[in-house]
Nanobody, 121 residues
């Protein structure tokens, strides 16, 4: 069974930094896209950043220049380095991945349980 295990959230002051990690574990043959989404109270879940199996990266406009997504393909882990954090970055951050558990087989969409990021003085 595949799981996405997130870590690294917490409370930080405006202008500070945090690094999120998400490790995919279980029966994994291959992973296509990995990424991060966030959901603030009362709002929809929005894209933050994604990275494909070939290293193509996409960022939401709100985080460009401040957040950096990276991926360690050897250990099926994706990271999100968040710098210059603002109060409006406060949200639950969710890891997402398209994972194929067997070959041949289809890619399935998986979500982590989420990690809280709070930016406040």
């Amino acid at each position: 069974q595949v799981q996405l295990v997130e870590s690294g959230g917490g409370l930080v002051q405006p202008g500070g930094s945090l690094r999120l990690s998400c490790a995919a574990t279980g029966s994994i043959f291959s992973i296509n896209v990995m990424g991060w989404y966030r959901q603030a109270p009362g709002k929809e879940r929005d894209l933050v950043a994604t990275i494909t199996s070939r290293g193509a990266i996409n960022y939401a406009d709100a985080v460009k220049g401040r957040f950096t997504i990276s991926r360690d393909y050897a250990v099926n882990t994706v990271y999100l380095q968040m710098n210059s954090l603002k109060p409006e970055d406060t949200a639950v951050y969710y890891c997402n991945a398209d994972i194929r558990s067997r070959n041949p087989g289809a890619y399935d969409d998986y979500w982590g349980h989420g990690t809280q990021v709070t930016v406040s003085s």
